[in-house]
Nanobody
Framework: QVQLVESGGGLVQAGGSLRLSCAAS????????MAWFRQAPGKEREFVAR????????VYADSVKGRCTISRVNAKNTMYLQMNSLKPEDTAVYYC????????????????WGQGTQVTVSS
């Protein structure tokens, strides 16, 4: 199993930047495919970005493509989401997720989740 803890959220003005971190416990972080999801009030959880266990492949949702970069440092058991040019519609709780078997854009493929970190973008 792996335990995940997100950090780095906060309040930022539109056009600003934030870097989210996801710290994982355990010695097998490098064997997990990872992803970021977000959930805004009253909306379903939605895919943001995902990265393979080695970091060699990444995929982004159209809504964040060109503005966000997902990355990981396996030696530090940490994954990141750099978010630039933030918009009010990016306001949500951001979650990191892990899977040792799958690598898709569906939340159901990821059995391990962090508690989330709030991102609020003011206009």
């Amino acid at each position: 199993q792996v335990q995940l803890v997100e950090s780095g959220g906060g309040l930022v003005q539109a056009g600003g930047s934030l870097r989210l971190s996801c710290a994982a416990s355990g010695r097998t972080f490098s064997s997990y495919n990872m992803a970021w999801f977000r959930q805004a009030p009253g909306k379903e959880r939605e895919f943001v970005a995902r990265i393979t266990s080695t970091g060699g492949l990444t995929v982004y949702a159209d809504s964040v493509k060109g503005r966000c970069t997902i990355s990981r440092v396996n030696a530090k058991n940490t994954m990141y989401l750099q978010m630039n040019s933030l918009k009010p519609e990016d306001t949500a709780v951001y979650y990191c997720a892990a899977s040792s078997k799958y690598w898709g854009s569906s939340a159901s493929e990821y059995p391990y989740w962090g508690q989330g970190t709030q991102v609020t973008v003011s206009s």
